[in-house]
């Protein structure tokens, strides 16, 4: 009987462990998806443009730069 015992309360707790990563990678998956918007390529166009403005060849957008 405590074999038994051992096995169930190892296998629930393997359960839960499986649940709870589950989880955890669901929730991730899902901030990803809403704050990750630029992939891999977007990426290195915008650190150029980045790079562009800091060396002073393109001015960042302000309300008062069409005016």
């Keep these: 009987m405590t074999e038994v015992s051992e096995a169930l309360t190892v296998f629930f707790a ?4 499986a649940t709870a990563g589950y989880e955890v990678k669901r929730r991730q998956q899902k901030l990803r998806a809403i704050y990750d918007v630029l992939d891999t390529d977007t990426k290195h166009i915008a650190a150029e443009l980045e ?3 800091q060396q002073g060849a393109l001015r960042p957008y302000t ?3 069409w005016a």
Aim: no cysteine; proline share 0%.
């Design 14 to 17: 393997a359960i839960l462990v």
């Design 51 to 53: 790079q562009m403005v």
């Design 63 to 65: 309300e008062d730069s």
